[in-house]
């Protein structure tokens, strides 16, 4: 265990005359408050537990660290030796009660070491993280409430270290307060895991719209993510990771599907009464579509090296994606266009069987019809556009 040294008790000391707080604990050197110094004291290799030289990093024979609001070595220098100058003074403040009698100005808590629950919201985001990666979560979704950390253990028989693997891991809600917020969370560990996350492999099971549904602002993927209610909200996978979007505003996932079917009914009905050509192959339709799958294709690798990226690589990966997206577009409408000519009677008979029976007909073929009809739903709270692909 590190030290907390806005929060735990440090040992007072004298080093070269000087009042300082002494920490057996090695100090995390992004810790100590700006204008402040931390140093370790060494020993020898032939007495560890005697303080020989004070230095900026002990690598080995680490006797202690300390922290001084004055300077006790030269930058320069790479060590100054202690002599009999250490003397602990047999008090253990914390760095407020030592500021206190030293009569300086106390350091701010960096806002890291405060306890930050995360949100309902994110925590609904965290439950739907570890349920997407096949970890085996212990409690139930309404327990995730936003304010308890969580302990994630190795599953029996799992061979993968869990912090590259969370399939069939462990979670299990802590009956402590957590003390990362999960948006926090959450962005280092999908950095961690090489940006495998909510990749287009994984099965979707929320919605019969996964894939299909996209944010009206950003253009990024839409995910239905529970809340610790247990009520689905469709949420931009932009924001989720870095709220750089403002968010596709509230769109309930059960409703949303509802109207998406309305509309597919609808655009169905238009059809029924046409007759369509009984053309079985189209090779301008197939050309299109092949030119189709590999925009689609290029824009999902650009969107795949963003988390990564630099700023100067993001820049110009939402550029290109800009244009790709126009070429998508444009090539959706064509093959729209000609779709509808193309598609049979068949087709549609078939199309209108499943949306009667919409009740009976389990998810996957949901989502095959959705995927018959619509190339892409862009949606906020407020507006939802359908592309359609017949
Ligand atoms: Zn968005």
Sequence with gaps: MQINIYKDKLLGAHLFGASVLYSTKPIPREDVPQSWYCYDLRGTARHPDEPHALVDKAEENHFGSILSYLPLKNRRSQFRLVKNMFQMTGTSPTLAEFCAEEKIRCPETPIRHLLRPASPEDAGLLYEFFKSQGTVVINEAADFAG?????????????????????DQILVVAP??????????????????????????????????????????????????????GVQYLRCSKRADNKSCPGCGTLRTREFERFIYGEMVKKLAQFQTLTGKREKVNPKL?????????????????????????????????????????????????????????????????????????????????????????????????????????
Excluded at 147 to 163: A, H, I, P, S, W
Excluded at 201 to 228: D, E, F, H, I, Q
Excluded at 304 to 310: F, P, Q, V, Y
């Design 147 to 167: 304010t308890n950390g969580c302990y994630l253990y190795q599953g029996r028989d799992v061979q993968e270290r869990k912090n590259k693997h969370l399939k």
């Design 176 to 229: 402590s307060e957590g003390l990362v917020s999960a948006d926090v969370w959450l962005r280092c560990r999908k950095k961690l895991m090489a940006n495998t996350t909510f990749q287009n492999g994984r099965k979707a099971k929320n919605t019969w719209l996964a894939g299909k549904v996209k944010c009206g602002r950003c253009g990024y993927a839409l995910m239905s993510v529970g809340n610790p209610s």
């Design 286 to 390: 197939t050309a299109l579509n092949v030119e189709l799958a590999r925009v689609e294709d290029e824009i999902e690798k650009l969107l795949n090296t963003l988390t990564e990226a630099s700023a100067v690589l993001i820049s110009y990966a939402n550029t290109k994606i800009e244009e790709l997206d126009a070429q998508r577009q444009t090539l959706s409408k064509e093959i729209a266009a000609l779709s509808a000519e193309t598609m049979s009677p068949e087709q549609i008979e078939r199309l209108s069987v499943y949306l009667n029976r919409w009740e009976e007909i389990d998810f996957d073929d949901r989502r095959q019809v959705a995927d018959g009809l619509i190339s892409q739903i862009r949606a906020t709270g407020e507006c939802v556009a359908i592309e359609w692909k017949i």
